[in-house]
T-cell receptor, first 114, second 114 residues
Framework: DAMVIQNPRYQVTQFGKPVTLSCSQT?????MYWYQQKSSQAPKLLFH???????NEADTPDNFQSRRPNTSFCFLDIRSPGLGDAAMYLC?????????????FGSGTQLSVL | KNQVEQSPQSLIILEGKNCTLQ??????????LRWYKQDTGRGPVSLTI?????NTKSNGRYTATLDADTKQSSLHITASQLSDSASYIC?????????????FGRGTQLTVWP
């Protein structure tokens, strides 16, 4: 009964080769987030969508882009992956992004860059 | 600077024993604090939320405490089980923004041995 689904679980790409990670949700939540989590580090917010409104974090590199074609799906595009982009990428949702709402996370996509 | 610090970084205990994880934060103004459990290779799952007026809250074998004056929280696990082996992440929400700004700790990696 997965509610936030990320595909693939593991992704291997080559240095500089574009890659797309996908996330889908069955919760009909308004807000979708993309986090980057490196080993033994806290998740770092890259950007989020409130409905169709895209909100980029100030320190998110231009190399990272996102698309949300509809409520259910959200994509993370890495245009030219570098070795430093190897990480776990977590997608999360919340109903409206309210302060007391919890986040629902997917299982993540572990990205390796060769 | 808004920060969330967790200790210890890692912890090993024997099955059946109790343990306490610590979270100190400087996030201001404070809205709430959540503890998440993250199994290896999975996304975090919310265990409990603490708001400003709450001192203690239990969820099964998990008991969270909050001291808003000293800006400290703890997560106590009673009668640990092998399935408790995971990373426990403290997340503090900042009050004042429409979409609550979240600050993540790096987590405490708990290993329960038989």
């Amino acid at each position: 009964d997965a509610m936030v689904i990320q595909n693939p679980r593991y992704q291997v790409t080559q240095f500089g080769k574009p890659v797309t990670l996908s996330c889908s949700q069955t919760l009909n939540h308004n807000v979708m987030y993309w986090y980057q989590q490196k080993s033994s580090q806290a998740p770092k917010l890259l950007f989020h969508y409130y409905d169709k409104d895209f909100n980029n974090e100030a320190d998110t590199p231009d190399n990272f882009q996102s698309r949300r074609p509809n409520t259910s799906f959200c994509f993370l595009d890495i245009r030219s992956p570098g070795l430093g982009d190897a990480a776990m990428y977590l997608c999360a949702t919340s109903i409206t992004g309210g302060r007391n709402e919890k986040l629902f996370f997917g299982s993540g996509t572990q990205l390796s860059v060769l | 600077k808004n920060q969330v610090e967790q200790s210890p970084q890692s912890l090993i205990i024997l099955e059946g024993k109790n343990c306490t994880l610590q979270c100190n934060y400087t996030v201001s103004p404070f809205s709430n604090l959540r503890w998440y459990k993250q199994d290896t290779g999975r996304g975090p799952v919310s265990l409990t939320i603490m708001t400003f007026s709450e001192n203690t809250k239990s969820n099964g074998r998990y008991t969270a405490t909050l001291d808003a004056d000293t800006k400290q929280s703890s997560l106590h696990i009673t009668a640990s089980q092998l399935s408790d082996s995971a990373s426990y992440i403290c997340v503090v929400t900042q009050r004042g923004s429409t979409l609550g700004r979240l600050y993540f700790g790096r987590g405490t990696q708990l290993t329960v041995w038989p």
